[in-house]
């Protein structure tokens, strides 16, 4: 995230237009807003659900 913090960075402007495009709003973002546990608690939750999921297309064996 330290790409969002430094203009400099090489990535930052391009990841800069994306968190406008995603939060709809030009306002810089605050690393202080986002809840780290949170988002890697949540993203561990949907990675195991994804994990148990069928592939698009694929049938489910009937039990």
Same mark, same amino acid.
């Given at each position: 995230?330290?790409?969002? *913090?430094?203009?400099?960075?090489?990535?930052? *402007? =391009?990841? *800069?237009?994306?968190? $406008? =495009?995603?939060?709809?709003?030009?306002?810089?973002?605050?690393?202080?807003?986002?809840?780290? &546990? &949170?988002?890697?608690?949540?993203?561990?939750?949907?990675?195991?659900?994804?994990?148990?999921?069928? *592939? @698009?297309?694929?049938? @489910?064996? $009937?039990?």
């Amino acid at each position: 995230m330290d790409f969002l *913090a430094d203009p400099k960075h090489p990535d930052h *402007a =391009e990841c *800069a237009a994306w968190v $406008a =495009e995603v939060t709809g709003s030009g306002d810089p973002f605050d690393l202080g807003f986002l809840d780290f &546990a &949170a988002v890697t608690l949540s993203s561990q939750t949907c990675l195991r659900i994804a994990r148990h999921r069928p *592939a @698009r297309g694929a049938r @489910r064996l $009937a039990a």
